[in-house]
C-alpha cells in the first residue's frame, strides 16, 4: 500500500499543464493500492469562496469527488493561498479538512504534517496577515460579500503579496529553526513532512537525545512532485510539466 502526498500545485486557468498532470494523478490512483493522498495546502492560486463556481473549478471539485467515490481517501491542509476553502468544498468533493497540524500514523511512523507557513516566524509581515485572516469572524464576513467585491479584494492582495515577496530576503521566506523545534516537541514527533517554502529537501533536526526528519515537498512549477511513502520506504516522483501550446 501507498500513501502520496502534494503541495503547492497553486492550480489556475492559465496553467493547464499543471492542472493535466493533477487530474491524471488523481485519475491514476487505485484504491486497491492507495491509503491515502495527503494535499498540504496551496492546492489553488486562490480561493475566493466555495461559491465561486466556475467551470475550472467545477472541473477540479469534480475530480476530486471522482477519486473520492472510487475509494480512495483524500486529504487537505489548507494553505496561505487557499485558507478560504471550507465545509462546503468539502461536502461537494468528499474530501477530509485538516488543521493546521495534524499526526498521522505513517505505518507506525507518528509523522506531523502541515503546509509549513506557520514555520516562517521570521517573515513577521506574513505572520500578522496570516493571523488577521484566519479569524472565523473575518473570513464570515468575508465569503458574505458579493462575489464581484471579493474577486476585486483578491486581485489586491495578490498584488501586494507579489511586491512584498521581491523585497524580502529569500531567508526570512524559509522555516525559523526554533519554530520547527518548536513543532516537533508540542506534537512529540521524530518525522515531519510540509510545504509552502518550494525547497524541496530532507532535513535532520537535532532535537533532544535524537534526530528528527523533516521532510519539504517541492511546487509544481515546472515539474510535478509527489512524495510517495510506503511501509519500507520513500521515493519522490517528479515529471516534467508540458504546457500545452
Not at 502534494?6 to 484504491?31: K, W, Y
Not at 507518528?110 to 509581515?125: E, F, N, S
Amino acid at each position: 500500500m501507498k500513501t502520496y502526498f502534494i503541495s503547492d500545485l497553486h492550480l489556475c486557468e492559465t496553467r493547464r499543464g499543471i492542472t493535466t498532470s493533477f487530474l491524471e494523478l488523481l485519475a491514476n490512483l487505485d484504491p486497491k493500492e492507495t491509503d491515502a493522498l495527503y494535499i498540504l495546502g496551496d492546492l489553488f492560486e486562490f480561493w475566493v469562496g466555495d461559491d465561486y463556481n466556475t467551470p475550472f473549478n467545477l472541473q477540479i471539485k469534480n475530480a476530486l469527488k471522482d477519486a473520492v467515490d472510487r475509494g480512495t481517501d483524500i486529504y487537505l491542509v489548507k494553505g496561505n493561498r487557499d485558507f478560504l476553502v471550507g465545509k462546503r468544498f468539502a461536502k461537494q468533493t468528499g474530501v477530509t479538512l485538516l488543521g493546521d497540524e495534524t499526526v498521522i500514523d505513517l505505518y507506525g511512523v507518528p509523522t506531523l504534517i502541515l503546509h509549513g507557513d506557520t514555520l516562517c516566524t521570521d517573515d513577521v509581515k506574513y505572520q500578522e496577515f496570516r493571523q488577521k485572516v484566519n479569524q472565523p469572524w473575518l473570513q464570515w464576513v468575508f465569503n458574505h460579500l458579493p462575489l464581484s467585491l471579493r474577486l476585486k479584494i483578491v486581485s489586491k492582495v495578490k498584488g501586494q503579496a507579489r511586491n512584498d515577496k521581491q523585497d524580502k530576503q529569500l531567508d526570512i521566506m524559509d522555516v525559523n529553526q526554533h519554530a520547527v523545534v518548536d513543532a516537533f516537541n508540542r506534537q512529540q514527533v521524530t518525522h515531519m513532512i510540509h510545504g509552502h517554502t518550494h525547497r524541496p529537501d530532507l532535513h535532520t533536526v537535532e532535537l533532544t537525545n535524537q534526530i528528527g526528519e523533516r521532510r519539504v515537498l517541492g511546487d509544481w512549477h515546472s515539474h510535478n512532485f509527489v512524495l510517495r511513502v510506503t511501509a519500507s520506504d520513500h521515493s519522490v516522483i517528479k515529471e516534467p510539466i508540458v504546457e500545452p501550446k
